[in-house]
């Protein structure tokens, strides 16, 4: 990897700015959840989309303000989510939330801080044994989501996570096929690329996923929304992280995610992802590799679709050569 090479999303702008925050509002928000004092707080810069503060109290204390940048609603999906799964995945406790706006203009959410470290941190090390460690326990959650099985395809409508199932603008195919139209998407990837795309999915439609097929998919599934930590001299993921653009879908989608960059990894990050996934005796199906590619590349469509290439060149410039890689490597899958 060259120095400025993008990988990982290290180099992708934010959605929007942070939200700047002072400590008499701070107090204001945290009153409800704790009367104790607040001895410092501290921006947790990554991510692309909500702003996140580690906040320690006198008593030595700590908890992280979630702040949601994106959408009003993704809090309380977000915290039906981590009920739904708490008892088979990782995630943080949330103590406490407020999506009424009233003391700020956005809704948010006080939770626990987990102790541990990025894997995006961990993998950009280069140290292939922590490399095999977090993309073999990667896998096994995965395989875990994938067993919280669904009665359809769709999106979660409310708090209550009632499934909207997929109208037919939004099934994959069509949805890629709407993408390719617009203007942002032409601008990033140019008309003849777009053009060789929708035909190269047209060709290989019959690899993506029934959309009847569902089951829990977090959506945003890579090594920067998950906190590892060695236990027991090994590293495992402690916290899965940002779940607001979950919905019931294809867990190939979330193994599309994972993989996105396994180019420029080491071997060993696919192969202990996916020996992850299977350490479980549940077996993928012959052709998941492209299934998997495809259903990415829906996904990177759609943030080619809402991120005009203007305002997020570096994320432009990456997610187009992404889908190349795809393309130029499809016969190796």
């Known amino acids: 990897m060259t120095k400025h090479e993008s990988i990982l999303k290290t180099h992708w702008e934010r959605y929007r700015d942070h939200f700047t925050i002072d400590k008499p509002i701070l107090n204001k928000i945290i009153q409800p959840y704790s009367s104790d004092e607040v001895a410092s707080f501290t921006l947790l810069s990554e991510g692309c989309a909500n702003s996140n503060y580690k906040i320690e109290f006198v008593t030595g204390q700590f908890v992280v303000l979630r702040i949601y940048l994106r959408e009003k609603d993704s809090l309380a999906r977000e915290i039906a989510l981590h009920q739904l799964v708490a008892d088979q995945l990782p995630v943080p406790e949330i103590f406490y939330s407020d999506d009424s706006c009233a003391l700020i203009d956005h809704p948010y959410a006080i939770m626990e801080f987990v102790d541990g470290e990025l894997m995006r941190s961990v993998i950009l090390s280069k140290d ?163 299934s998997a590619k495809l259903m990415d590349i829906i996904c990177l469509l759609s943030l080619l679709y809402w ?17 190349q890689n795809t393309l130029d490597n499809w016969h190796l899958f």
């Open 128 to 290: 292939e044994t922590a490399i095999r460690e977090c993309a073999f326990s990667a896998g096994i959650n995965l395989n875990h989501l994938r067993n919280i099985k669904l009665e359809h395809g769709g999106f979660f409508q409310d708090g209550n996570l009632t499934i909207r199932p997929f109208n037919h603008d939004e099934e994959y195919l069509p949805y890629a096929y709407s993408c390719l139209d617009h203007e942002n998407v032409i601008d990033s990837l140019g008309k003849q690329r777009a053009k060789l795309l929708r035909s190269f999915l047209e060709q290989n439609q019959h690899f993506l996923p029934n959309e009847s097929n569902a089951n829990l998919t977090h959506a945003d599934y890579d090594p920067a929304n998950m906190l590892v930590k060695k236990i027991k001299n090994r590293f495992e993921v402690v916290a899965l992280l940002d779940w607001e653009f979950a919905f019931s879908g294809s867990y190939l989608l979330d193994i599309g995610m994972f993989l996105r960059y396994s180019h420029k990894l080491p071997e060993t990050y696919e192969s202990s992802f996916v020996n992850g996934i299977i350490s479980e005796g549940s077996a993928l199906p012959e052709y998941w590799k492209k």
């Open 307 to 323: 991120n005009p290439k203007k305002d997020r060149p570096n994320l432009s410039a990456d997610v187009a050569s992404l889908i």
